[in-house]
Structure formats: C-alpha cells, structure tokens
C-alpha cells in the first residue's frame, strides 16, 4: 500500500516550520517521513531545514527532473525532492511543507492527499511576522496581502480532505491536533 502525503499550507507566519520542527520526532515515531525542501532563499535566510540554492542551481535541479512539486511564490522557487515518491511507493507518509497556490496542482499529482491548513487570527499573524524578522517590513506586507487571495477560497469550499487546524494558541496545542490529523482519530475536524 502507498502512504499518504500530508499537506500542510497556511499563511506565512501561522506556524508550518515550527509546528514541523515541534512534531519531528511524533511523526517519526509514526513512521511518518518529513523532507527536506530545496529553496532560492540565503542560507542565513532560510531558518527551516532547508537548502539554499540559487536560482540557477534550482532551474538545473530543476530540468533534471529532481524535485517531484516545484512552485514559485514570494520570489522565491521552492522545490521538494523527487525522493518523497520512494518513500510513498514504499508505504510511508510523508508531510511536506506546501504552497496554497499549487494545491490545484499538488492535487492533480497526488489525489490521495490530505491537506491540512493551519490558521491563526489575523493579528497575531501580523505580531508573529514581525517579531520573526525573517523578512523586511515591505515583503511581511506582500504576504499578508497575499493571503487574501487565499484564505476564503480553500476554506470556502467545504472539503473534506482540507482539515484545519488553528495555531492561535500554545504550539503543543496545535503539535496534539496535527497528531490526531495524522492518526485519523474524529476529534481532527
Ligand atoms: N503557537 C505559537 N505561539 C507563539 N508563537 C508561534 C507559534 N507558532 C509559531 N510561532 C512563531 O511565529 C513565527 C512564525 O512561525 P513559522 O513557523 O516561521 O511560520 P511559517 O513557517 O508558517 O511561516 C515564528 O517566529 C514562530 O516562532
Ligand atoms: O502559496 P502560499 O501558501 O502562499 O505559499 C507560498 C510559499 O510560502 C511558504 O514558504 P516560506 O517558507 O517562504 O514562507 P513561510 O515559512 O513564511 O510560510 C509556503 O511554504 C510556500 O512555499
């Protein structure tokens, strides 16, 4: 049997890295494979697990065929490593951290998936960009303002594959509920 891959997209600054970093070692206990995302981001920039590579080095990637999804967004190219599909074919879940604009895409690659969208009040969204000072003060607007493009056309749909999880609160809150997403336990509406 193929494993499942597991979604998880939601505006920048709701949590997707941390939230990855805090469930690390719950999700291995599952089984449950977590990959390495190769981005055009600095090195000192990219504060996940990330590789860093230019944009050159990411179009060869790239043309060889080394990523299995591959999007652009917040100009940046962001690719996942084509070995996800050995791991799927070998029975494993894995759980990427993906892009609202590819999930159409993403979709159409992996019909099975399962796509969980993590949330969190607007405003501490703002608080949460700022204090993370990962990015300038113009580029945390470009991606608040991106969100709207977004945000009510997932949720808006009703589907069931979509899970939602809310970060608002306490990270080991949201690593139970994510778990329980994981699980297929009822309690992950
Ligand atoms: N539940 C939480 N409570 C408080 N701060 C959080 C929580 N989750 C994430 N953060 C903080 O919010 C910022 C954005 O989180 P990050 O994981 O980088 O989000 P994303 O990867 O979705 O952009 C980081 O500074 C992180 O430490
Ligand atoms: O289509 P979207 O849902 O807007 O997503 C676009 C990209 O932005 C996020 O990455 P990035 O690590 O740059 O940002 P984040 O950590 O702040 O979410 C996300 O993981 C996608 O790769």
């Not at 193929?2 to 949590?15: A, E, N």
């Not at 997707?16 to 805090?22: E, I, Q, R, T």
């Not at 080095?57 to 940046?76: M, Y």
């Amino acid at each position: 049997m193929t494993g499942r891959l597991i979604y998880l997209i939601g505006p920048s600054g709701s949590g997707k890295d941390s939230l990855l970093d805090a469930a690390r070692a719950p999700l291995a206990d599952r089984g449950c494979r977590l990959v390495r995302r190769v981005i055009t981001r600095s090195a000192e920039a990219v504060g996940e697990a990330a590789q860093g590579v230019s944009a050159q080095q990411f179009a060869e990637l790239e043309a060889q065929g080394a990523f299995a999804l591959s999007w652009h967004a917040n100009g940046l190219a962001y690719g996942i490593p084509r070995e996800i599909d050995g791991w799927l074919a070998a029975g494993q879940d894995v759980l990427v951290n993906g892009s609202r604009g590819h999930l159409a895409a993403t979709r159409r690659r992996y019909p099975n998936l399962l796509v969980l969208l993590l949330t969190v009040d607007q405003a501490v969204l703002r608080q949460r960009l700022l204090a993370r000072r990962r990015e300038s003060v113009p580029e945390i607007e470009a991606r608040l303002a991106r969100n709207a493009r977004f945000s009510e056309r997932v949720l808006a749909g009703h589907d069931p594959a979509v899970r939602v999880i809310d970060n608002s609160g306490p990270l080991e809150h949201t690593v139970e509920h994510l778990l329980a997403c994981v699980d297929g336990q009822s309690e992950c509406a």
